[in-house]
């Protein structure tokens, strides 16, 4: 039995204590995100119908560009734009880019819709890599299609952003697939609070496993892929649970890029998308959440459950593993470059209530996790400190963790029922239950390279190759 | 603590998982209810669809709800005499009673379908019902009902509608504006009265003002422009008289639009180039050619759009900028020329 020096004793519970705070702050905030999701989910306008948003807004609503920046999508591009312009609402066009494909994709298009080359002023006010053509397709008036010099997806979308001659913008990704009435449930934020709605998000689901044909998702089922099937319960988690509690807060620090619906002029007064970095989505939303508050001017950045888009999940550990370090470097340099909001009274409930939740979640939350699974179990085993110290740390891992994901299922079956099955609703309820126990601490791994990456400066995205939807 | 924390953790999870098994239940009885009801629908549907006469008697068997939400489905789905004869039939089967009984219901979903059922029923007591809704709890069922009986022949007063509606505060939506379209075509009195009314909040006598201005009603051209002309260059309102001012395009709104040009605010000046174009404001022109050097695209792209409407003599001035001009007026003219397919 080894003779521990009292200080050893202090120091190991002092860290003990550190990372048990953490995590039970973390557990604190998201139960709080709870409490106001379940409040706006209760407090979500009655109406439902596609027909009774139809019928109430459709000589009222806006009209909408959506930007759909296209890279290397000869075999799957036809049905996405098909798609996209079958869409339900009034008043829109779809603006692909084609941002300088390797592929054929821009012949792809040309030839199927008969595009022809066209003048179209637009604006400049967002910097990208130079338009090579601008074409429009006469028998399909709704559709352009912008043809540029490779600059990513950031800047591709501001390419789009500049060529639209719209109020609002809709930026999804190539293979996000919306639903018929996903843009008539989005822009209902910007008809009842026209003067201070500047960006709306919408829930991303998962489609793997789901019966898809013509672009659209035709029945809604599980995947059978045990990771897809894991990501179906954080995507609920993230959606539903933080950011529709974070929404209702006031303090949404991030919409997606796959699906997002934005004032043009807003997007424009802060520069649009930055290229430098591979969180533009949340750099986004944090510029106008910067600017809005700089300039004491009211706003509301929203987001509503209802618009449902669909997106494919990585189903290997090496890809998925790379998107989740990915999303890490994207917070970290993020926080990097406004990190000056942080905690700063000026920026009010954004400053302390937003970042704060960056701060405990994003960058600091990964590395004190994966320092609790280091130290705490050892530091018992060496008798440096009780039992009740790892009961704590087991607490505000693994226990209350299966209560924040059973939680927002239940959240979503009580309020939205968008499971078709009570099948479905056992096995999600065992992989909430589950996904603690090794997934989680591979997810830590992964957010931490990412922080490896973000300290070394690594400006890749790594590769996201897609399996495809399963089609009928 | 520590053991606290452990405790709380364990009875929350437990709580939650306990909670869910029996959601998980619930759900295995409501998905066999939900498969009967579809199943009863599917059976109804065709007798419904086959017949233009109101049904008999064999629906005793088909549940309330089921009977209520297909017939309502098929009414928004036709125009015309068929969709009077859905009516009919839905009024033969009780529908309009049922959806009275449900706009009482505790659920705001439940309201809000019944309120929307019963506006499409042209019936004193379905009108009496969606009345009554207006003193609902909820907002959209107050709205939902609103816009129904503005619909209707026999809609209450505006005045009327606006205090039952509140909508005496500042925020406004454009849902106020479809709710006084719906007014300014059939009571554009009323309507006028509003945007005179100086004791309302500004946002209702702009929402009043554009409903009238979709409407083309030029009596309002007077005020508006003194509005217009009263209105601080950075407020709010500016771009929306400058706005109603085009839509309405009368040439009596020249005063104002010219005064819009010169303003320092730049949704101003985009509203005023608009406006400029729609009423063919010949004497626009040049300040229109100054505002395509302007620093802000979309002041550039309305006035080179207006310059476009005022015909041979503004494509002229296009083409002399396009030929002479520096740029960004130059690319402006030359661009837009080439969009429209004139020769530069």
């Known amino acids: 039995m080894i003779e521990w020096p009292t200080w050893a004793f202090r120091a190991a519970e002092i860290v003990s204590w550190f990372v048990v705070a953490c995590g039970l702050v973390q557990v604190l905030l998201y139960i709080i995100q709870l409490l106001f999701a379940a409040l706006a989910l209760h407090r979500r306008p009655a109406w439902s119908s ?38 339900h609402y009034p008043d829109f066009e779809v603006i692909v880019v084609n941002d300088g494909s390797k592929d054929t994709t821009l012949q792809v298009l040309i030839d199927h819709y008969g595009m022809v080359p066209v003048a179209r002023y637009h604006d400049h006010a967002l910097a990208h890599q130079p ?14 299609l912008v043809d540029k010099e490779n600059g990513g997806k950031a800047d591709a979308m501001n390419a789009g952003i500049n060529v639209a001659r719209t109020p609002l913008v809709c930026v999804i990704d190539a293979d996000t697939l919306l639903e018929p009435d996903a843009l008539m449930r989005a822009v209902r934020p910007f008809i009842e609070d026209p003067a201070r709605t500047i960006a709306v998000g919408g829930t991303i689901r998962i489609a793997n496993g789901c019966r898809v044909e013509g672009g659209r998702v035709l029945e809604a089922r599980l995947p059978r892929n045990f990771l897809a099937l894991v990501q179906v319960v954080e995507y609920l988690r993230a959606f539903l649970m933080a950011r529709l509690g974070l929404s209702e807060m006031q303090t949404l620090m991030i919409i997606s890029g796959a699906f997002g619906l934005f004032r043009r002029n807003s997007a424009i ?33 929203v987001y509503i459950p209802e618009p449902v888009s669909w997106t494919e999940a990585p189903e290997t550990l ?142 890749g995205w790594g590769p996201m190759v897609r399996k495809g939807f399963q089609r009928d | 603590m520590l053991r606290l924390i452990w405790d709380v953790s364990l009875l929350l999870a437990s709580s939650a998982l306990a909670v869910m098994m029996i959601l998980v239940l619930l759900r295995v009885g409501s998905t066999r209810r939900r498969d009967r009801l579809q199943a009863a ?46 009516v009919q039939k839905a009024a033969s089967l009780g529908v309009p009673e049922r959806l009275r009984r449900q706009a009482h219901s505790w659920s705001r979903r ?39 009986l503005a619909r209707s022949e026999t809609r209450p007063g505006l005045d009327e509608l606006i205090a039952r509606l509140a909508l005496r505060d500042e925020r406004s939506s454009l849902l106020t504006i479809s709710l006084f379209r719906h007014y300014a075509n059939h009571a554009p009195d009323e309507v006028q009265a509003l945007v005179l009314d100086s004791d309302l909040p500004l946002s209702v006598r702009l929402a009043a003002i554009e409903a009238l201005a979709v409407t083309g009603d030029y009596r309002l051209v007077p005020a508006i422009v003194a509005l217009g002309l009263r209105a601080p260059g950075d407020s709010e309102e500016l771009p929306r008289y400058l706005h109603a001012l085009g839509r309405i ?49 979309w002041v550039r792209f309305r006035a080179a759009e207006a ?38």
Request: net charge negative.
């Open chain 1, 50 to 87: 596609t027909s009774a948003l139809w019928d109430r807004f459709a000589d009222i609503a806006p009209s909408i560009a959506v930007v759909a920046p296209a890279y290397n999508e000869e075999l799957t591009i036809i049905e996405s734009v098909e798609a996209l312009l079958a869409l």
């Open chain 1, 131 to 144: 338009i090579r053509g601008l074409y429009a397709a006469p028998e399909r008036p709704r559709l352009f």
């Open chain 1, 269 to 301: 007064e802060v520069g649009g998308f930055s290229a430098d970095t591979v969180g533009e989505d949340m750099e986004l939303v944090v510029k106008l959440h910067r600017r809005m508050r700089d300039l004491k001017r009211p706003y509301r950045i």
């Open chain 1, 318 to 459: 090496s890809i998925l593993g790379n998107q989740r370090s990915r999303w890490q470097r994207g917070s970290l340099e993020t926080y990097r470059t406004h990190k000056d909001m942080f905690l700063n009274p000026r920026y009010g409930r954004i400053g302390f209530l937003g970042f704060g939740q960056v701060w405990i979640v994003d960058v600091i939350g990964p590395i004190v996790e994966v320092a609790g699974y280091i130290l705490v179990p050892p530091l018992w085993m060496l008798g440096l400190v009780s039992f009740d110290y790892l009961l704590a740390f087991v607490a505000v891992i693994f226990t209350f963790g299966v209560f924040i994901s059973v939680a927002t299922l239940i959240l979503e079956e009580v309020q939205l029922r968008r499971l078709p099955r009570a099948r479905d609703l056992a096995i999600l309820t065992l992989v909430a239950v589950l996904e603690n126990f090794g997934y989680r601490q591979l997810n830590n791994f992964w957010r931490l390279r990412g922080w490896w990456q973000f300290l070394r400066k690594d400006t």
């Open chain 2, 41 to 86: 629908r599917r059976h109804m549907a065709p007798l419904l669809l086959e017949t233009a006469a109101p049904p008999g008697d064999g629906f005793d068997d088909i549940p309330d709800s089921v009977v209520t939400q297909l017939t309502l489905d098929l009414i928004q789905l036709v125009r015309g005499a068929e969709r009077m004869q859905f």
């Open chain 2, 110 to 148: 439940r309201r809000m379908v019944a309120v929307q059922g019963l506006a499409l029923f042209d019936d004193a007591t379905s009108r009496d019902a969606l009345i009554e809704r207006l003193g609902d709890r909820d907002d959209d069922i107050r709205l939902a009902a609103a816009l129904a």
């Open chain 2, 249 to 297: 395009g009368h040439p009596a709104a020249r005063e104002a639009v010219l005064a819009g040009l010169a303003s320092n605010s730049m949704p101003a000046r985009v509203a005023a180039a608009g406006a400029a174009g729609r009423i063919a404001l010949a004497e626009s022109a040049d300040q229109l050619v100054d505002l395509l050097g302007a620093p802000e695209w």
């Open chain 2, 307 to 344: 310059l476009l409407l005022l015909g041979e003599a503004g494509v002229a001035r296009l083409r002399e900028i396009a030929a002479q001009g520096a740029d960004p007026a130059r690319e402006a003219a030359a661009t837009m020329l080439a969009e429209r397919g004139i020769a530069p």
